[in-house]
């Protein structure tokens, strides 16, 4: 629903932006990289192929700009979807973010 503008309303606070960038230089073995400002916590990597598991990784804390590479040799990177999980330390949240190779 459309709604007058108030001229005293603070705009809301900009969007978060993921700090996650992929490189995709090897399909078998993509590098994640944390290409944020700031760290990210308890970092976890989930990648499922449509197998009977899910195959989980614990990261633990990722610094900018550090790299790390996922290794889905096991995988069709074609199958492969990659969740990654972490915590902003700014605000406790956890987010989560879900790519393809």
């Known amino acids: ?39 990210a916590d308890f970092v976890r990597v989930f990648r499922s192929d449509g197998g009977p598991s899910e195959r989980t990784q614990l990261w633990g804390q990722v610094l900018p700009p550090e790299e790390i590479d996922l290794c889905l040799c096991a995988s069709d990177p074609h199958e492969v979807v990659v969740t990654v999980a972490w915590f902003r330390p700014v605000d406790g949240l956890e987010y989560v973010w879900r790519f393809v190779v």
């Not at 993921?18 to 078998?28: E, G, N, Y």
């Not at 993509?30 to 290409?35: F, G, I, R």
């Open 1 to 39: 629903m459309l709604r007058a503008i108030d001229p005293t309303e603070l705009p809301p606070a900009p969007a978060y932006r993921v700090p996650w960038r992929v490189v995709r230089a090897d399909a078998s073995h993509p590098t994640l990289m944390n290409d944020g400002r700031e760290t």
